[in-house]
């Protein structure tokens, strides 16, 4: 099991200038963005603003913080609409898509996979306050990514860790974590699987 701590990663600006991105986890260790097998970000969208493409990736998408996105994308009629704390939206990398924000800047989450190599499943989760739920990873990785408010974290032979907003956990198939909001809380949860 693994801790990202989101106040230690590093942004880096766009090159369009339209925005910043936040990398918290890519695999393997050290990849770039031509050779990783996944890749699991945040951006800070300040623009109307193409994205970039990505051959052979495949992409999920939803809304953190914001109104959200109107997205145009290469092949299908009418814009895709994302709102904050929506459905992901998923859709291939390699296609031409371009973003209009609805109603000022917005923080995106953005899950990337490589074709053939792994596949993600990526849903959004409310949390009641002092109800405590068990997360056993059902996949070959599971992410979990905090939203809200500060969370008590213990798992089998651990001490309790605090976790922050959007600080990554990442833990293995058969791992099982136990999670106790002090508040009513949000998480996101990344499946990520072999093909």
């Keep these: 099991m ?18 910043t991105t936040t990398q918290l986890i890519i695999a393997p260790p050290g990849a770039g963005l031509d050779n990783f097998d996944y890749r699991v970000s945040m ?40 709102l904050k704390l929506g459905p992901a939206l998923a859709f291939a990398g390699e296609l031409m898509i371009g973003s209009k924000l609805l109603a000022g800047p917005v923080l995106d989450f ?32 599971c992410l979990l990514i ?18 922050q907003t959007y600080d990554l956990l990442s833990y293995e198939a058969g791992e099982t974590i136990f999670l106790q909001p002090q508040a009513a809380a949000g998480i996101i949860r990344v499946w990520l699987d072999r093909p």
């Design 43 to 82: 951006a800070r969208v300040n623009s109307d603003t193409p994205f970039s493409q990505f051959e052979a990736i495949d992409r999920q998408l939803l809304i953190l913080e914001g109104e959200g996105l109107a997205l145009e994308i290469e092949g299908k009629e009418g814009a895709a609409t994302l």
């Design 110 to 141: 953005n899950v990337m996979t490589r074709r053939g190599h792994y596949r993600a499943k990526t849903e959004y989760l409310r949390l009641e306050k002092n109800v405590g739920i068990n997360q056993e990873c059902r996949s070959r990785r």
């Design 2 to 19: 693994d801790i990202i701590r989101f106040n230690q990663c590093q942004s880096t600006q766009w090159k369009n200038g339209g925005g």
């Design 146 to 163: 905090f939203l809200t408010q500060t969370l008590c974290l213990t798992g089998e032979g651990m001490p309790a860790l605090e976790l």
